[in-house]
């Protein structure tokens, strides 16, 4: 008998071993990119939106989503044909997961202790506006004590706001020679209005940035390539300048497809336009000008903007 109990207690103690092994090399294996990713899609409600907000491929996601099945060692997602929710053990796990990325937050902020005071100078054209809201949220919540300074601008200008030292960063269109890191590139397209065609009219009319801008070049070298006349009828310095054109049915104009408002039209080959090229959008920096604060939105913007399904190759 008591050697029974001897071998029945090693059992037990074998088996508490194994448990407490597996339990540890889960935990260690449940990255904070798994827990990002089990919220965003709790969030979202299908993986395509989810690895949108992630800023990754869809096929990365789910690579990751099987990755954190296979460590939670049973099935996390309910999948149904229009959206994912989260099984009962998917549910518990993401509780941990916005209480752990909460926590590392509150640690990523404290980390920043010295730079409490900080300002980060910005600059952005408006064609790129709306790329900030998802990365300067993101930033505040990471580094809710650093100032993000704003300054939007056509490119021509912010390159030598760079220069002078008068701010820190830029994302900006990116011309042949300009110092500037490449995030993604973007195809041009012509846009006009839904509800005029002013494409078909002769000459074409044109709303076009003031000179000194990449796009601008691109458009009047395409358009010298052919034989399509045309006559500029408007300029303005701001992309709100010429939407209020276009919007109006007076002209067309060009954008980097990612600046197109959903109410404009993306025209398309087939009346007679030239095709246009890409335009690389790029970060430039302030080389005189580095903190940890600096590199903290640099890296985000990197990460954010520069992320490989927002390319335009990726499409």
């Known amino acids: 008998m008591l050697i029974g109990h001897a071998t029945s207690h090693k059992r037990i103690d074998l088996n508490i071993h194994f448990n407490l092994t597996y339990a540890l090399t889960m935990v260690e ?74 926590l590392e937050r509150e640690a990523r902020a404290d980390l920043v202790e010295d730079q409490l005071s900080a ?34 601008g056509e490119s021509a200008r912010l390159f030598p706001a760079i220069d002078a030292g008068e701010i820190d960063l830029a994302i900006v269109t990116r011309g042949t020679g300009q110092d500037a890191e490449v995030l993604r590139r973007e195809p041009l397209v012509w846009i006009g209005p839904r509800t005029a065609y002013p494409e078909r009219r002769e000459p074409l009319p044109l709303a076009l940035y003031q000179p000194g801008c990449v796009a601008r070049d691109h458009v009047l070298r395409a358009l010298a390539k052919g034989d399509r006349t045309c006559r500029l009828a408007y300029e303005s310095p701001s992309m709100t300048g010429l939407l209020a054109v276009v919007r109006a049915g007076l002209a067309v104009a060009i954008l980097a497809r990612t600046s197109v408002p959903p109410d404009l039209r993306i025209i398309t080959a087939d009346v007679g336009l030239p095709s246009l090229p890409t335009v ?28 490989p399904m927002l390319d335009a190759a990726a499409d």
């Not at 998802?134 to 100032?147: G, M, T």
């Open 280 to 307: 690389e959008i790029g970060l430039a920096r302030n080389r005189a000008a580095t903190s940890p604060a600096i590199e903290a939105l640099a890296t985000l913007i990197v990460d954010t903007i520069g992320a």
């Open 119 to 152: 300002v980060v100078r910005l600059g952005v054209p408006d064609d790129y506006a709306h790329l900030l809201p998802d990365l300067l949220q993101r930033f505040a919540e990471r580094y809710p004590k650093i100032i993000v300074d704003l300054t939007c």
């Open 29 to 102: 294996h449940l990255s904070l990119d798994l827990l990002r990713l089990l919220v965003a899609v709790a969030d979202a409600g299908t993986f395509s939106r989810a690895a949108t907000a992630l800023g990754r491929t869809q096929s990365a996601v789910s690579m990751q989503v099987r990755r954190l099945e296979d460590i939670a060692g049973r099935p996390l997602f309910i999948r149904e044909p229009r959206r994912v929710r989260l099984t009962p053990a998917g549910e518990s796990l993401a509780g941990y997961a916005r209480r752990i990325l909460a």
